[in-house]
């Protein structure tokens, strides 16, 4: 069981890092601008994941430039504050690499936000490539972001396992013929994603390390 897998490439936003509740404080701030009092927690949880240009697009073509700059200036300044570490990710991702996988990040955010947020969850020079929304022309779940990393790594998809929290990673890793994995610590809820049908849902990171066959680390971190 995923014993041909030598690439595994993840999301980045509530995947390695949790960044929900900026993400979310950063809508609200935005939107209640444009919008007071009309959009809601519940509201922007089905934002997370998508472009930005692409979700405000959608609320007011005419102003998304604005709209990103706003969210984007909100995003930087409570980006230290706000974001925090999951459980197990950093020992997860330690043990792959230790273990010789290739590992890569495909996010949908810019490149200076992305490296700031694996700055904080202590994941800079783990991965051996970063694929961001600047480096490509569409974003996921179109397969572009995927086959690039991929040629960056010398990877084929029938080798690589993507991971994300949301549909646009698990459909994005199908559309480049990847294996995929779900998180069930996923905002959008364990059961949207898994009507997705990932190859596989992800408890805690580290079931990680049974599905590839890494050997040497238990859930608790030890040796």
């Avoid at 202590?122 to 996921?140: P, S, Y």
Wanted: aromatic share 8%.
């Amino acid at each position: 069981m995923g014993s041909n897998i030598t690439t595994v490439l993840f999301d980045l936003d509530g995947t390695l890092i949790n960044t929900n509740e900026l993400i979310i404080a950063s809508f609200l701030h935005t939107l209640n601008h444009y919008y007071p009092n009309k959009y809601g927690r519940n509201d922007v949880i089905p934002f997370i994941g998508p472009p930005l240009t692409e979700t405000f697009g959608q609320i007011d073509p005419e102003r998304i430039e604005e709209m990103v700059v706003r969210y984007r200036a909100h995003n930087q300044e409570h980006h230290d504050t706000l974001v925090k570490e999951y459980e197990g990710v950093f020992e997860a991702v330690s043990a792959l690499k230790e273990a010789g996988f290739k590992l890569g990040i495909v996010t949908s955010k810019i490149r200076e936000m992305c490296h700031r947020g694996m700055k904080l969850g202590r994941l800079e020079g783990l991965f051996d490539t970063v694929v961001a929304i600047d480096d490509v022309t569409v974003a996921k779940p179109d397969p572009e972001p995927i086959y690039k990393a991929l040629e960056q790594l010398h990877s084929k998809p029938a080798e690589t396992l993507m991971v994300g929290d949301n549909y646009h990673d698990i459909l994005a890793g199908k559309n480049a013929g990847t294996m995929t994995a779900g998180v069930a610590w996923t905002m959008q809820g364990q059961e949207f994603l898994q009507s997705f049908k990932p190859d596989y849902m992800l408890n805690d990171m580290r079931d990680l390390l049974r599905i590839l066959r890494v050997e040497g680390i238990e859930k608790n971190g030890t040796l």
